[in-house]
């Protein structure tokens, strides 16, 4: 079965340092994975995905992840965090296996906080 | 492109109650996924729709839960009895005409969602 998890349920930053929220996939075969970021009381909104082309993906608002087999992770980055990223982000993988239709498997979530 | 709409925004019901919730796609949009959203908890799928069938239903789905799309167009969730249990947002995501395989591949577009609060 397919699974992420993501590492630290909150993260707190400075106005303009790195901003680094970690995510680990768990599929015995090659995943599609996606990146939401929530704001409070609204839908989801997709930063970026990994399709199994580019490793490297840039997504909106300066946000990046790099897709890495080797260690089974998809961590998200942003060089320099803006007080408007505070949010909660997502993790997902496409459950597209077994039958099922494309359905998104989510991790618990990271809130991330910015301080000024 | 309205993106997706979700009615209503809140509901408060009492325990015992039924309630209906509506979702409306992006309109060329024919898969149609619910999701459940407990507090500090991402989504959980509940079900998912191309066109008018319902093609996948999860375990969390229980007997007092109930969804349509009837024309292909818009969709209802419908709990029965609520409970306690069922306070959380509901949430709606639609994605385009694909080849089956390909689905996966592409971004779900969420609507706001449906805050219930069973008392």
């Given at each position: 079965a397919q699974s992420v998890t993501q590492l630290g349920s909150h993260v707190s930053v400075s106005e303009g340092a790195l901003v680094l929220l970690r995510c680990n996939y768990s599929s015995s075969v090659p995943p599609y994975l996606f990146w939401y970021v929530q704001y409070p009381n609204q839908g989801l909104q997709l930063l970026l995905?990994?399709?199994?082309?580019?490793?490297?993906?840039?997504?909106?608002?300066?946000?990046?992840?790099?897709?890495?087999?080797?260690?089974?992770?998809?961590h998200l980055t942003k060089p320099s965090a803006?007080?408007?990223?505070?949010?909660?982000?997502?993790?997902a993988v496409s459950d597209i296996y077994g039958g099922s239709q494309g359905n998104l498997i989510f991790g618990k979530g990271t809130k991330l906080s910015v301080k000024p | 492109d309205t993106g997706v709409s979700q009615n209503p925004r809140h509901k408060i019901t009492k325990r015992g109650q039924n309630v209906t919730?509506?979702?409306?796609?992006?309109?060329?949009?024919?898969?149609?996924?619910?999701?459940?959203?407990?507090?500090?908890?991402?989504?959980?799928?509940?079900?998912?729709?191309?066109?008018?069938?319902?093609?996948?239903?999860?375990?969390?789905?229980?007997?007092?839960?109930?969804?349509?799309?009837?024309?292909?167009?818009?969709?209802?969730?419908?709990?029965?009895?609520?409970?306690?249990?069922?306070?959380?947002?509901y949430l709606c995501a639609s994605t385009g005409n694909l080849p089956p395989g390909l689905a996966g591949r592409h971004e779900q577009f969420f609507g706001p969602g449906t805050r219930l609060t069973v008392l």
């Open positions: 995905k990994y399709t199994s082309a580019a490793t490297l993906l840039k997504g909106i608002n300066d946000f990046e992840a790099e897709f890495k087999k080797s260690d089974t992770s998809f803006h007080m408007s990223d505070a949010a909660e982000y997502f993790c | 919730f509506r979702c409306d796609p992006i309109s060329e949009h024919n898969r149609l996924y619910w999701y459940r959203q407990t507090l500090g908890q991402g989504p959980e799928f509940l079900t998912y729709f191309q066109n008018e069938a319902q093609l996948e239903k999860s375990r969390l789905l229980s007997d007092r839960f109930s969804a349509e799309r009837p024309k292909g167009s818009f969709s209802t969730l419908e709990i029965q009895r609520t409970e306690q249990g069922d306070s959380a947002m």
